[in-house]
């Protein structure tokens, strides 16, 4: 199982950004889709998740500004970020967790290779 982020980048304060994310590897479903961050010296945290029937979990410090959504078909998850804040810059991680594949079904997590948040003030 491989997971895929793309669209980080440099914004500035109060901009948007749109991450994307997509699991490959004979995929029949997943559990459980979310982001992570981790800025630097700090511990990696939770930003949001979202199940496969559309429950979805935030951080507090992103409710109302940030949007999580699943495609299920494509075992895509996306995160919308609007009203950025230089606090939000960080290494966005992507992750799975529950992945039944053709071989065999996983409980553990599943990690992109993260990609770059800055927000600029």
């Known amino acids: 199982v491989q997971l895929q982020a793309s669209g980080g980048g440099l914004v500035q304060t109060g901009g948007s950004l749109r991450l994307s994310c997509e699991a490959s590897g004979s995929i029949f479903s997943i559990n459980n889709m979310g982001w992570y961050r981790q800025a630097p010296g700090k511990q990696r945290e939770l930003v949001a998740t979202?199940?496969?029937?559309?429950?979805?979990n935030y951080a507090n410090s992103v409710k109302g500004r940030f949007t999580i959504s699943r495609e299920n078909a494509d075992n895509a998850v996306y995160l919308q970020m609007n009203s950025l804040a230089p606090e939000d810059t960080a290494v966005y991680y992507c992750?799975?967790?529950?992945?039944?594949?053709?071989?065999?079904?996983?409980?553990?997590?599943?990690w992109g290779k993260g990609t770059q948040v800055t927000v600029s003030s």
């Open positions: 992750n799975a967790q529950g992945v039944a594949t053709a071989k065999a079904f996983y409980g553990m997590d599943f």
């Open positions: 979202a199940t496969s029937v559309g429950s979805t």
